[in-house]
């Protein structure tokens, strides 16, 4: 059980390129997320899904695209980076509890990444 | 408005004794989740508690317990008999209602003395 995986582990970018964040799970979670931190400051939802197909913006989405294709797979894209992006980003996927809502949320191990 | 507030950007506590870390939060809603998570200097998010928001109970976890007052809308973790492994960085968070919107507080550094 590997639990939260993302690839890859830091990456440099130029201005204007693009690049995919991948983020799997083996847990068979429902609920995936996208989040960034900045230096001193609380993660930032930037889109979650909450099933195979569906996906939704969060409070910060501009300049990201998901899709959501299978339940293990969440892919992060930056269409045209900007050094604004520099950041740590980190997947994460939850299961839903009896009443709905997520309880527990397992993280990947963040993907520092820089944009010049 | 700030969703979810740390006010204790920084907190100090000696090994062995108990600390309690502050979390304020803002909903309309009847129906939300509280979460704490621990960041050590390593980066990775760590899941601590959880507390629902009919929970009658505090949740409990090990040496982790969420102070619960609802009418404050306040949801405190307490860290008893503190050992240096917890210094780190607590998040305090807040999903509303059923979706996967979650809020993040700003964080507090918790540092364990010896």
């Known amino acids: 059980n590997a639990g939260v995986t993302q690839t890859p582990k830091f990456q440099v970018l130029k201005t204007g390129q693009s690049m995919t964040l991948q983020c799997a799970q083996d847990m068979n979670h429902e609920y995936m997320s996208w989040y960034r931190q900045d230096p001193g400051m609380g993660l930032r939802l930037i889109h979650y899904?909450?099933?195979?197909?569906?996906?939704d913006q969060g409070e910060v989405p501009n300049g990201y695209n998901v899709s959501r294709s299978t339940t293990e797979d969440f892919p992060l894209r930056l269409l045209s980076a900007a050094p604004s992006q520099t950041s740590v980003y980190f997947c994460?996927?939850?299961?839903?509890?009896?009443?709905?809502?997520?309880?527990?949320?397992?993280f990947g191990p963040g993907t520092r990444l820089l944009v010049l | 408005a700030q969703k979810i507030t740390q006010t204790q950007p920084g907190m100090f506590v000696q090994e062995k004794e108990a600390v309690t870390l502050d979390c304020t939060y803002d909903t309309s809603d009847q129906s939300y989740g509280l979460f704490w998570y621990k960041q050590p200097s390593s980066g990775e998010m760590i899941f601590l508690i959880y507390q629902g928001s009919y929970d009658e109970q505090n949740a409990t976890e090990g040496r982790y317990s969420l102070n619960f007052q609802k009418a404050r809308k306040s949801a405190n973790l307490v860290i008893s008999a503190s050992q240096l492994g917890d210094s780190a960085m607590y998040f305090c968070?807040?999903?509303?209602?059923?979706?996967?919107?979650?809020?993040f507080g700003a964080g507090t550094r918790l540092t364990v003395k010896p």
């Open positions: 899904s909450v099933g195979a197909g569906i996906t």
């Open positions: 994460a996927s939850s299961y839903s509890s009896s009443s709905g809502g997520q309880e527990t949320q397992y």
């Open positions: 968070a807040m999903r509303e209602g059923l979706n996967n919107d979650m809020r």
